[in-house]
């Protein structure tokens, strides 16, 4: 680093030193070839070099003075002498012209290498740029919706070392040796760096990585926008304090704040955190862009909001005379690009981001204008504003979204694309012309801060399961297990039910590790070990805190799987995940990792495993007749009707495999008295499906076969994921 600013230095210097220069070198070798043609001779003159470019200056002068005075077109001057002298002039006028042009192109040479940093800068920072908010006000408004300052001076910039996340990359093959030494090399040291460079290149990795880099310096790694905000930690810390230092708080918990940090291990801030707001900060690890997103988002209140609104009330009431005339595109434009509408429109959406609505309604009538959120499919009001203020909303939201702004009778649709430092938020506007003026409604794609949780109605239940699912979650009381490999979609579907039982009315909360869907309406808690957040110390304070229905992310110990059992005993529905095969192994396990049998019998409701396969690509499906031997091994079948399977002939759209998406098959198993009995007594898991088989229960392969005759998967994938029973 240090030689490289030497070399900076060096180069400004020579360039300084080059554009000073230039100018003489040429003025003093111009001089001289017109004193040679000159009938004076110059040889014995020793004029010193300041006369000769005064001279010089003097001759570019008239020579200026002669262009001006130039005789027009047919004028004919008086003799030849004075013809001859112009000629001279003309001729120094080109060589000054020349001196002029090559000294500018030096400069703009100089200003160029040092404005673009990639040529020059070794170490530029890809994740550091473009954190423009677009439509942000020139006028500084930190509190609204200006994008979160990120610092880029050099001396900002953060380089950390973290030797061991190298190691780890390689060690987990994201990278071979070869690529890891020459991250290494080339960041020299800068770990933080290589890490930014490995995520811009493999943006799929992103959360991977992240993990590691945390593991590597032991602390745990959040995706704050994946994280469940409560909006009291955020007020803990100041909005301009969380960006300078790129921090978000993201809760608080047993007296201490958990905060997402770009540099967990900075004690000198957590020092400051301590003594500036009094409190004990716990760090986790998060990445700068999306830190900055969280916190445009978080720190975006309705209270900022209100402030704004009056401010357009005053300024709708100055323009409400004119807005009764028709205004031309041009003072519509006027209105649209108003410091005040600006803010309040970007803020409004990042408001509407941080409530996770669905869609804002701007709603004319008689007197005001309403604006209305749409909120878990139920439209709340979040301001009223004066009806004047209409027309400059309007426009700016068509100025945003490429309308035309001068039409104002017909109805428009268009779209916003609202960009944040990391992501951009797709927004579909419409609006139409109601009698007391044009109502616009902003859709927000995607807007929630992750992935959409699906309907319970979206999963590709079957009839039967989905019924009885539906009646389980009534239950007052009892543990509802879901179990299956990583990655089999159980979370999904665990979500899928909370949303479908969230109503205002029932106190939700849940504990995971980590919070992959955001639910709005329930309570949500992410696992920190780092301060000993674990899912017992979380469980415990739940049950202080009235809940009706408790998620465990996972239950891996006796202490998480003796609480669900309580709390299922004590009134409380608690939904659960497990690591196993098939549904009634999970009685088994509970019993195993040393839950009395006299507690898992009555606590247990239900269990259900599920697989995920993949679906039948819709674009290129075709059905086949199945062939006979399946037929004969896997359903009772009368020998008589045609039975068809159906599988993906493999299209552009699915890459040729015939697949397009999953979808899940499951086996749910509903507790009776007399498989209660039987697990009380620790009976033999065979004894326990056997009662359970006969009272209707369905294995997993079952379902899949089901969904095979409906067209949705093929039989090769059932036979993949469900072990093949033979009697
Ligand atoms: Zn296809």
Request: proline fraction near 5%.
């Amino acid at each position: 680093m240090q030689s490289y600013l030497m070399f900076k230095k060096q180069v400004v210097f020579l360039c300084l030193a080059l554009t000073l220069m230039a100018p003489l070198q040429f003025a003093q070798a111009i001089k001289s070839s017109d004193e040679q043609t000159a009938t004076r001779p110059t040889a014995t003159q020793e004029t010193p070099e300041t006369q000769r470019i005064l001279e010089q200056q003097r001759a570019a002068k008239q020579a200026a003075l002669a262009a001006i005075e130039a005789p027009l077109p047919g004028a004919r001057t008086e003799d030849a002498a004075t013809q001859a002298a112009e000629q001279k002039q003309s001729g120094g006028v080109a060589k000054n012209i020349i001196v002029i042009l090559l000294s500018v192109l030096i400069i703009i040479g100089v200003v160029l290498i040092f404005r673009i940093p990639g040529t020059i800068l070794p170490e530029a920072f890809p994740l550091m740029r473009n954190t423009q908010l677009r439509g942000t006000p020139s006028r500084a408004s930190p509190a609204i919706n200006s994008p979160p300052v990120i610092p880029k001076t050099e001396s900002n910039a953060l380089r950390i070392g973290n030797p061991r996340f190298l190691e780890l990359a390689v060690e987990n093959h994201l990278l071979v040796p070869q690529d890891g030494a020459d991250l290494a090399e080339r960041f020299h040291g800068n770990d933080f760096a290589a890490l930014l460079q490995l995520v811009t290149e493999r943006p799929h990795l992103k959360d991977t990585l992240g993990k590691l880099w945390s593991d590597a310096i032991g602390c745990t790694y959040v995706n704050p926008e994946m994280t469940a905000i409560q909006p009291e930690a955020v007020r803990q810390i100041p909005r301009e304090f969380a960006e300078t230092n790129q921090i978000v708080p993201l809760y608080s918990f047993g007296g201490s704040l958990t905060i997402a940090a770009v540099n967990p291990q900075d004690k000198a801030l957590e020092t400051l955190i301590t003594n500036k707001f009094n409190i004990i900060p716990s760090f986790v690890f998060a990445f700068p862009e999306e830190i900055a997103d969280t916190i445009a988002i978080a720190y975006q209140s309705a209270e900022n909001l209100e402030g704004i609104a009056t401010e357009l009330n005053a300024e709708g009431k100055k323009i409400a005379a004119d807005a009764r005339k028709n205004l031309a595109a041009q003072d519509l434009n006027q209105l649209a690009n108003s410091n005040s509408i600006i803010d309040f429109v970007n803020g409004l959406i990042l408001l509407a981001m941080n409530e996770m609505a669905s869609d804002i309604h701007v709603e004319p009538d008689e007197l005001s204008v309403r604006i209305r959120f749409r909120i878990d499919g139920i439209l709340q009001e979040k301001f009223i504003l004066d009806k004047s203020v209409l027309l400059s909303l309007v426009s700016r939201l068509k100025l945003m979204a490429g309308c035309n702004i001068a039409e104002r009778r017909l109805p428009q649709d268009g779209r916003i694309k609202f960009a944040l430092a990391r992501r951009k938020i797709d927004v579909r506007f419409s609006t139409v012309p109601t009698l007391y003026g044009e109502k616009a409604v902003l859709r927000l794609l995607g807007s929630t801060f992750l992935r959409g949780i699906p309907n319970i109605t979206d999963m590709d239940f079957s009839v039967t399961i989905l019924d009885s699912i539906k009646s389980v979650v009534k239950a007052p009381n009892g543990v509802f297990f879901i179990t299956g490999p990583t990655g089999s979609g159980k979370t999904t579907t665990l979500y899928s039910i909370l949303k479908y039982i969230n109503t205002p009315g029932i106190n939700i909360m849940t504990v995971e590790d980590p919070v992959e869907y955001r639910l709005s309406g329930i309570n949500q808690v992410q696992v920190n070990t780092s301060i000993d957040l674990d899912f017992v110390n979380v469980l415990r304070s739940f049950l202080r805190q009235d809940p009706n229905v408790i998620l465990i992310g996972e239950i891996r110990d006796v202490e998480s799987a003796r609480i669900a059992s309580q709390a299922a005993l004590t009134g409380h529905l608690v939904f659960a995940t497990m690591h196993t095969n098939n549904a009634l192994q999970a009685v088994n396990r509970m019993i195993d990792i040393g839950v009395e049998p006299f507690l898992v019998a009555p606590s247990l409701i239900a269990l259900m495993a599920q697989r995920l396969v993949r679906r039948i690509c819709p674009n290129c499906i075709e059905k086949y007749p199945a062939p006979q031997s399946v037929l004969d091994d896997n359903f009772e079948w009368d020998g008589v009707v045609e039975v068809y399977f159906s599988r993906g002939k493999g299209c552009p759209r699915c890459h040729g495999t015939g697949y397009l998406g999953r979808l899940a098959l499951h086996e749910l198993f509903i507790l009776n008295s007399a498989t209660r009995e039987k697990i009380a007594q620790n009976a033999s898991i065979l004894i326990v499906e056997e009662i359970a088989l006969k009272s209707g229960f369905k294995p997993l392969r079952y379902d899949g076969l089901k969904k095979v005759l409906r067209g949705l998967t093929t039989i090769e994938e059932v036979d993949r994921v469900t072990y093949h029973d033979v009697e």
